[in-house]
Every structure is written in structure tokens, then in C-alpha cells.
């Protein structure tokens, strides 16, 4: 059972509560790595935000199997586009 698996059997848990929740979790995310390392960070990315708990409340007719290469199919598919978006972002980030 994952941290927000207890909001979804509540049925009075909103979109709202999940993302404050999520947004506690990033918090202390950061409060560890702030306690480990003293410098700054100039970006930062967040992977696996749980995100796709609040797509899966909002749109569960859309929900359906899913197999590993179906995974690796649409990851090897958005590879390239998302390669272009860090890229530029760290670009714009260090030239600035």
C-alpha cells in the first residue's frame, strides 16, 4: 500500500487533498537532502510524485492493463521529446 493509497478509499478525498499531501511529501523530500548537502540547487527534477494517483481519481474510465513493454514502448516514444525539454531547461538554467 503506497502513502496515498488511503485517500483513495476515502470517498471525501479531493484532487486538493492529494496534491497537499503529495506537496508534504516533496517537502520533506527536500528537508533530507537540505540536511545532507549545504549547496543550492539551481534545478531540480522530481520523479515518481505519485501524479498518476490524482489522473487515476479524475479519469478512472480511462484506466486499463498495462504491460512492461507497453512501458518501455511509450518511454523509448517520449525519450527524445523529453531529452529536448531537460536539455533547454538546464541550458536556459546555466546561461542564466
Known amino acids: 500500500m503506497g502513502p496515498l493509497d488511503e485517500h483513495l478509499d476515502n470517498p471525501c478525498t479531493t484532487a486538493t487533498d492529494i496534491m497537499l499531501e503529495i506537496y508534504s ?3 520533506e523530500a527536500a528537508a533530507v ?3 545532507r548537502w549545504p549547496g543550492r540547487p539551481r534545478v531540480g527534477i522530481i520523479l515518481g510524485t505519485g501524479l498518476s494517483t490524482v489522473t487515476n481519481m479524475c479519469l478512472p474510465d480511462a484506466l486499463g492493463e498495462t504491460s512492461g513493454d507497453d512501458v518501455v ?3 523509448k516514444s517520449a ?3 523529453l531529452r529536448s525539454i531537460l536539455v533547454g531547461v538546464l541550458d536556459e538554467e546555466l546561461d542564466g
Do not use: C, L
Open 25 to 27: 511529501q516533496i517537502e
Open 33 to 35: 537532502i537540505g540536511s
Open 73 to 75: 514502448r511509450i518511454a
Open 79 to 81: 525519450e527524445s521529446k
